[in-house]
Structures are given as C-alpha cells and as structure tokens.
C-alpha cells in the first residue's frame, strides 16, 4: 500500500529547461512534504520541503507546489543543470510530532547537456 | 559538524548468517531511523530510536531488530539472512524526529549470496 507514490520512474530534460517531477498521496494526514536527492553511492540529501498550511515554497532553482485537495506535490527546478541528475525522492509524514517519513520510490532525472 | 556515520560501508554475508550494522548519528541528534532501499521500492522504513526506545516501527519481519545507546548510537540486526534481503540500509538522525528533516548516512550496501 503505496502512501506516496512518484509514477514516473524517470524524467529526461534539456538542460536550461524546467524539470517538474510530480508526488502523489493517499494519506489526508500528512501534513508536512519533503524532497531528497540522492546520487549513486551516497546516502539521499534533504532539497526542499513544504507544510501543508502553504502551497508553494521556493528556495533558489528549486520550487514545491502543494496541492492538498488533490493529494499533489510537485518539484520544479528551472533552469535544469547536469548535476542535477539524481534520482529524487519525495516524502510525507502525518501530523502526530512522532510519525517517521514515508517514502515515494524515487524518480530518476537525467539533465541533458 | 561530522555527518551521519555509517560502518561498514559493504558487507557479503551467505544466506543463513546474521548481521549487525552501526549507525553513528550528528552529534546532539537524540532519533535515528534505519531505511531499507532496494531497486524499485524507494527507501522502506524499518524502525526509528529515540533516547534509546523504539517509537517507529514498519512492516518488516522480525528478524530485523536495532537498538540504541545512550550516546545515541544505534545498530541494526537482521538474523537469518535471506537472499531478498540485499539492498542498501540507509541511517538518518534528526534532532527530535520525523517531523523536521533527516540527514542520511552514505548508507551499507549488504549482499546476501
């Protein structure tokens, strides 16, 4: 039972484009949503993150938009560079100080050059 | 400020052994949550330790166990070793857990043969 789910298992973009890579959840109790990158061989790295008492928060090249009456979240990154290759992971928790995040399973982006 | 520590960073064990990984969190964080990723599946959360009590704990069998110390170091234990079970174990500490962001370790690469 997937509570976070990232459909797309990878995203290639031209590099100086925008990057949208999308999250979905099934949990109404989630109330606080992060984005984690993650290059092979090290562990994931916090990007970016968003309550649910907002919509957008922004923070550089990088953008989260919350969509909470469709259970959406997006991450964008504009301009898209090649080290921005990685495959990115979103993640929830629910409103309870001591719930443990929960993870999508990552999509993988490819920044062209 | 040293980083989440992770030994070792590879193990082989053979089906049937047990094994036993470390987790040393950021000086001060009190929680360390264990993850399991494998191709495919994003990052599966195992249990979380807070002041040397497990507050967290996810589907896994019970041949996955941990512990925490009281300097907050924790270990992660899994017995009876089944080929399904190589994947990579990733650490993350935080400061009061699950609702502020994690910090990773590089993470263990087991490979059970």
């Known amino acids: 039972d997937q509570q976070v789910k990232q459909n797309s298992p990878s995203l290639s973009v031209q590099e100086g484009r925008i990057s949208i890579l999308n999250c979905d959840y099934t949990?109404?109790?989630?109330?606080?949503f992060l984005w984690y990158k993650k290059y092979p061989a090290e562990g994931p790295t916090f990007l970016i993150s968003i309550s649910s008492i907002k919509d957008k928060n922004e923070d550089g090249r990088f953008t989260v938009f919350l969509n909470k009456s469709a259970k959406h979240l997006s991450l964008h990154i504009v301009p898209s560079q090649p080290g921005d290759s990685a495959v990115y992971f979103c993640?929830?928790?629910?409103?309870?100080?001591?719930?443990?995040?929960?993870f999508g399973k990552g999509t993988r982006l490819s920044v062209i050059a | 400020k040293a980083g989440v520590t992770q030994t070792p960073r590879y193990l082989i064990k053979t089906r049937g052994q047990q094994v036993t990984l470390s987790c040393s969190p950021i000086?001060?964080?009190?929680?360390v949550s264990w993850y399991q990723q494998t191709p495919g599946q994003g990052l599966q959360f195992l249990f979380e330790?807070?002041?040397?009590?497990?507050?967290n704990k996810g589907n896994f069998p019970g041949r996955f166990s941990g512990r925490q110390f009281s300097n907050s170091r924790s270990e992660m234990n899994v017995s009876t070793l089944e080929l399904g079970d190589s994947a990579l174990y990733l650490c993350?500490?935080?400061?009061?857990?699950?609702?502020?962001?994690?910090?990773f370790g590089q993470g263990t690469r087991l490979t059970v043969v």
């Open positions: 949990n109404s109790m989630f109330d606080y």
């Open positions: 993350a500490s935080s400061s009061t857990g699950g609702s502020t962001e994690a910090f």
């Open positions: 993640a929830a928790k629910g409103n309870s100080g001591n719930t443990p995040l929960v």
């Open positions: 000086s001060g964080h009190r929680s």
């Open positions: 330790y807070f002041s040397e009590t497990q507050r």
